[in-house]
């Protein structure tokens, strides 16, 4: 059963438009929510995350929003600059559990 | 550089052969986690150290793989009798978690992640 899914397993975009990224979870003991950007032989690197008592955070380009009651949240990316190719994973965290569940990744191409 | 450091980056081995990766966290975080992440798919969470105590273990850890963070500090994460099945990239990460309180009123616990240690059973 997997907890956290992010349905779309790439996306591509042309640059300077947005990118939205989307991912579904099932848990309500969730939250706490966070994007992660992957390079290839990387780590993932922290973008971008949310408390379930909020609906929205934003970062420069990057902005969260969560739908609790959807069990979903999204990335938005604007504008949307080929730098921003990579994979990235929604994680969802039970803070008291401790640990964080990923979604599978979803790998964003962004066109010149 | 302060980030989460993994070592080795690479490990080749045989099959039935042990190996051992150590992470080094950031140095105040006081969680420290190990995933496993095999192609096209994303972290799966093996374990965590709150300090020096392991507080939760996945059941994909079988009783060939223990972890150790013996002084709250740095951990290993040790595999033994490797398998072909084992080969896969060994991600740690480290935490502080914060919050709960009148200034952060929830909880934040965001994981920073090392550059992984990449395992291969032959």
């Known amino acids: 059963d997997q907890q956290v899914k992010q349905n779309s397993p790439s996306l591509s975009v042309q640059e300077g438009r947005i990118s939205i990224l989307n991912c579904d979870y099932t848990?309500?003991?969730?939250?706490?929510f966070l994007w992660y950007k992957k390079y290839p032989a990387e780590g993932p690197t922290f973008l971008i995350s949310?408390?379930?008592?909020?609906d929205k955070n934003e970062d420069g380009r990057f902005t969260v929003f969560l739908n609790k009651s959807a069990k979903h949240l999204s990335l938005h990316i604007v504008p949307s600059q080929p730098g921003d190719s990579a994979v990235y994973f929604c994680a969802a965290s039970d803070t008291n559990a401790g640990k964080s569940t990923f979604g599978d990744g979803t790998t964003l191409t962004v066109k010149p | 550089d302060t980030g989460v450091s993994q070592d080795p980056r690479h490990k080749i081995t045989k099959r039935g052969q042990n190996v051992t990766f150590r992470c080094d966290p950031i140095s105040e975080h006081n969680r420290l986690y190990w995933y496993r992440q095999t192609l096209g798919q994303g972290p799966e969470f093996l374990t965590y150290f709150q300090n020096e105590a392991q507080l939760e273990k996945s059941r994909l850890l079988s009783d060939r793989f223990s972890a150790e963070r013996p002084k709250g500090s740095f951990s290993t994460l040790e595999i033994q009798r490797t398998e072909q099945g084992d080969s896969a990239m060994y991600l740690c990460a480290s935490s502080l978690l914060a919050g709960g309180g009148s200034k952060i009123p929830y909880s934040t616990d965001t994981q920073y992640f090392g550059p992984g240690t990449r395992l291969t059973v032959l």
């Open positions: 949310i408390s379930s008592i909020k």
């Open positions: 848990n309500s003991m969730f939250d706490y």
